[in-house]
């Protein structure tokens, strides 16, 4: 039966039963659309994502997020079937850091460690030293020897380390992600004067104006931690919508503030992250096509700085 006839809870029931016929588990990141969110076998940021895709025993791993995600997956299960509901879901700001110009700059200053965002492409990990997530970065730049540190792609979670681990130097790339980009602290002042007694938590993708007036900046599932446990009733989020499904999930009693802002969408919101479907994700798992397939020389040598910051944090 062609997808396109069944309604959504049809596609669920296929969903559920491809899965438990095919040993095969779905891994989500919080951006994704909600009605993926409330299906997938672990909903988490990206460094929580990883350590499922290392630890699972499925055969098959369905990967709801943007490529760069999916791929860390394959490689740290370089013999387990990686599916991409939709390959076309990318990365802008991975994209921003290219092979040859990060191998120029570590050329360049060959007694600096490379750092790189998990937010980069299976080559430019290939040239990292090490590789943090938004959650772990000022832990694992503080535990290496390196004085001197390249951090790629993103200049504000670079700069937002910098300032927590002011004994070291860093070189920063001048990546960013264009929907946190787009979230300016005007926009924050103004929703925190309509709301005085709120919190603010954003993610340290944000531009630094933005980052410096937050109460408290973190990953994805910190952002959730913090606005779900803290002592104020009303939270002022600055990341992506995809948030709002699970935090009025968890923790309904809460009111949770998304703001407006420049962006084409007037959100934070994600165009890539939202490429993925439940029909997608029904597709791969009916053809097993949209396989991530990359060569093993890049996946053994990206591995190691993965391996790397798995063993610190
Ligand atoms: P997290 O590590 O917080 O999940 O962030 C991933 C990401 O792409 C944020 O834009
Ligand atoms: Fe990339 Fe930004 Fe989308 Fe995260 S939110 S996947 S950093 S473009």
Known sequence: MSTTTLNQKEIIDKIN??????????????????????????VGDS??????AQQTD???????????????????????KVLHPNPESGCPMADMATYEGVKKLKEQHPDAAVVAYVNTNADVKTLADVIVTSRNAVKVVKALPEKKIIFVPDQFLGGFIA???PEK??????????PHFNLSKDQ???LKNQYPDAKIAVHPECNTDTVEIADFV????????????????????????????????????????FPQTADYCGTVHCCDMKKNTLDKILYVLETEDNEIILPENIMNEARKPLERMLQIV
Request: glycine share 6%; hydrophobic share 40%.
């Open 17 to 42: 039963q491809l899965r438990k016929e095919k040993n095969a588990i779905l891994l989500a990141h919080y951006y994704q659309r909600g009605e993926i969110q409330d299906i997938a076998d672990v």
């Open 47 to 52: 460094l929580e994502l990883a350590r499922k």
């Open 58 to 80: 499925a055969d098959i791993i369905v990967f709801a997020g943007v490529r760069f995600m999916a791929e860390t997956a394959k490689i740290l299960n370089p013999d387990k």
């Open 163 to 165: 300032k927590q681990v």
């Open 169 to 178: 130097e860093f070189i920063l790339w001048k990546g960013f992600c264009p």
């Open 188 to 190: 924050l002042l103004q």
């Open 218 to 257: 973190g990953s994805t599932s910190q952002i959730i931690e913090y606005a779900t446990t803290c002592d104020a009733d009303t939270v002022i989020i600055g990341t992506e919508v995809g948030l709002k499904h699970w935090l009025e999930k968890v923790n309904p009693n809460k009111k949770y503030i």
